[in-house]
C-alpha cells in the first residue's frame, strides 16, 4: 500500500516511518524566501483567478522555535550526532535567534529523522536553492557524514524561464545535494543526450538546441547539471500549484537511486510529482503534506493519470475519520497553514472539484468555489457554486440569509453551507430559497443545501456536473465509451 498522510511531516516521521525502510527520500521544503506562496488556480470559464494561500514560507523565532533548538541541543531521541548539536550551538551564536535560524533548525529536525528511516543503501536529495544552500550543506554534513553517509553530488537544475534582471546576472538554477546513508547505496547510472554539434560545423557555445531538430546525438553519463525546463504557464504538466517541479526532474532522480518496487519517500510533497513519477515508475511511495490542498491535489492528480482504481492503493492517513477528529481539526490552536477545517470540509465534500477562496473584502463568508456547466441562450456556460463553512456549535438562519445574499450579489447559482453541528433552524431557512435548474443537464439542485460534517464522514459528495468532470467524460464518449451522462 502507499501512503499519503495529511499533517506536520516532523510528527508523521517520528510516529509512524520505521527505522530503514526507505530507499530514496527527496524534500523540497519551502525556501525560507521570506514571502508567502500563493496558488493560482487554472480557472475553466473563469478570468480572475481565485488564490488561496497554499503554506506558508515565513519563519520567525518563536516557542517552536526554542523547543526545536531545544531538542537538538539536549539530543532528543538519539538522533542528532555531535556535530550537529555543536553546529546548531555555534550558528546561533553567529545568526542569532530569528528567522534563518528558525529555519534551519526546523530542517534539522527532519533531516535526522530521515536519516534514520533511510536503510543502509538508501539516498537522500535536498532541493534548495542559493537562499540558505550554503548552510543547508553543513547540517545535512553534520548529520549523514558523522554517521557513516556521504555527499555524493551538488546537481544544478538549470531551467531558463522566469524573469531576468538588469541588476545582476539572471538567478537560473536550484541546488539539489544529493547524499546517501552509506558507502554502500545503490546507484543506476544514467545517460542524457549529447548532440554531436562538430557533424554540423556548430560550436556548441552559440548553438540553441531544438528538441524537434532531428540533430544526431549519442548517450553519454549524466552529468550533475540537469538541463530541464521548469513548468511554465504553458507547460502541459501545470496544475498551478506554485512550486510545481517538472516530473523530468524526479524522473532522473528516482531512476538513478532506485528499482522498481522500492519505497520514495516525500514528505514535503505539494501537488506530489514525486509520488506521481514513483506511480508512474512502479515505486511504492509515502507522501506527506501539511496542507489538505495538497492531499486533495495529489489526490486529484493521480485519478486524473493514473484512474480511480490508484486511489485504492492508498492508506490516507491523517485526514478526519470520525467526528471527535474533525471537531479537534476545526479547533487545532496551532494552525500555522490557516483554515485547514474549512479547506478540508470543501474539498472533501466536493470531492477535490472545488478550489479555496482566499478570503478579501466582502465575499467574508465564502470558502470555496466550484464551477457548474449550464446552458444559456443555447451556448455553454461556466456558473459559479459557493461553499460557505462553519464550525460554530451555535448558529442563526441569518448565516443562510447572508449566503444568499452573496450567492445573489456574485451571480453565483447555488451555494452550500456545511457546518460542523447540524442545526434544524438552517435547514429550515435553506428551504426557503427555492433551487435552481441546471438547463443542461435538465436536473433541478436546491439553492442552498445544508451539509453537516457527518454527511461528509460518511461519504456524501457534491453532486454536480463540475466543468472538469464534463470534460473528462465528453472525452470519454468520443472514444466511444457510451457512459450517460447522469447525475
Ligand atoms: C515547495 S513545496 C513542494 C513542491 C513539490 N516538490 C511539487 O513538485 O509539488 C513545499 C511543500 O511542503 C509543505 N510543508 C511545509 N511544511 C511542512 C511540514 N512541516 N510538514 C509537511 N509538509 C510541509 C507545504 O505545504 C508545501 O506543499
Known sequence: MNKLYYGDNLDI????????????????????????????????GKEDKAQAQAFVDTWTWDTRAEEGF????????GVFTKQSIELINGLSKVLGKGSLLAYLISMTLRIAEIFRVLKLTGSFYFHCDPTASHYLKLLIDSI????GGDFQNEIIWAYKSGGATKKRFARKHDIIFFYTKSNRFFFNPQKEKSYM??????????????????????????????????????????????TQKPEALLEKMIRASTNEGDIVLDSFCGCGTTISVAEQLNRKWIGMDITYQSISLI??????HFGINTLKNIE????????????????KQDDRTRKEFEKWAVLAFSNNRAIIHEKKGGDKGIDGISYVVDSEDNKEVVKEV????????????????????????EKAVMGYFITLYPM?????????????????FGHSYPKIEVVTVDDILQGKTMKLPTSLEVLKKAELKMKGNQEDFGF
Open 13 to 44: 516521521l517520528r510516529k509512524y516511518i520505521r527505522d530503514e525502510t526507505v530507499d530514496l527520500c527527496y524534500i523540497d521544503p519551502p525556501f525560507n524566501s521570506k514571502r508567502n506562496y500563493n496558488q493560482i488556480y487554472n480557472n475553466l
Open 70 to 77: 531545544a531538542e537538538i541541543t539536549s539530543n532528543y531521541n
Open 144 to 147: 549523514f557524514c558523522a554517521k
Open 197 to 242: 554539434m562538430h557533424k554540423y560545423g556548430f560550436k556548441k557555445s552559440n548553438f540553441q538546441i531544438d528538441k524537434d531538430s532531428g540533430l544526431q546525438y549519442s548517450m553519454v553519463y549524466q552529468k550533475d547539471v540537469f538541463d530541464i525546463p521548469s513548468i511554465g504557464s504553458d507547460s502541459a504538466e501545470r496544475l498551478g500549484y506554485p
Open 299 to 304: 489526490l486529484k492528480r493521480l485519478e486524473e
Open 316 to 331: 490516507i492517513n491523517g485526514v478526519p475519520q470520525d467526528f471527535d477528529s474533525a471537531v479537534a481539526l476545526a479547533h
Open 386 to 409: 459557493l461553499f460557505s463553512v462553519k464550525s460554530n456549535a451555535i448558529l442563526s438562519p441569518a448565516v443562510i440569509r447572508d449566503l444568499n445574499g452573496t450567492i445573489e450579489r
Open 424 to 440: 434544524e433552524n438552517l435547514v429550515r431557512e435553506s428551504k426557503k430559497y427555492g433551487v435552481y435548474d441546471n438547463k443542461l
